[in-house]
């Protein structure tokens, strides 16, 4: 597996992929549009694909400004080996080294992904009106 920047031209195997999960899937498929990636993918060191002999099997991107993750996706074929995880790495780092203040994110509960996020040092902090759980990681320094 290799991890590298996205692109624009990853954005339509992005959003296949997003619509292929088992968990986490969109009740509405058109709340998140191939063109809602657009801005994050312009904005620098905020968006990787995760890809395995050419194929794109993953892929996480940080939303900067609002500092959160605005996706982690992994195909279902490629579920427990270690995508996820190293996507999940490379958006916390890039999401800390942003600034001093918290990170979050949220994932339906109940979820392969709260496991993941509980794994990896992040604290449920809330939920969301949607019933989504609210995750926070704080600062290295603050850890």
Not at 24 to 44: M, W
Not at 132 to 141: K, T
Request: glycine share 6%.
């Amino acid at each position: 597996m290799t991890l590298r920047q996205a692109t624009l031209e990853d954005v339509a195997a992005m959003h296949a992929l997003r619509m292929s999960v088992r968990e986490n899937r969109l009740s509405d498929p058109l709340r998140v549009t191939e063109a809602d990636y657009v801005p994050f993918l312009a904005q620098c060191r905020a968006s990787w694909v995760a890809e395995c002999e050419g194929r794109l099997v993953g892929f996480a991107i940080a939303n900067l400004e609002a500092r959160s993750v605005w996706a982690l996706f992994v195909t279902p074929d490629s579920e427990r080996r270690g995508v996820g995880r190293a996507l999940l790495q490379r958006v916390t780092d890039a999401l800390l080294q942003s600034g001093p203040e918290p990170i979050s994110l949220v994932t339906e509960p109940g979820t392969r992904a709260e496991q993941l996020y509980l794994a990896a040092g992040w604290t449920r902090v809330g939920v969301e009106p949607s019933g989504e759980i609210r995750f926070e990681r704080g600062s290295p320094s603050a850890v």
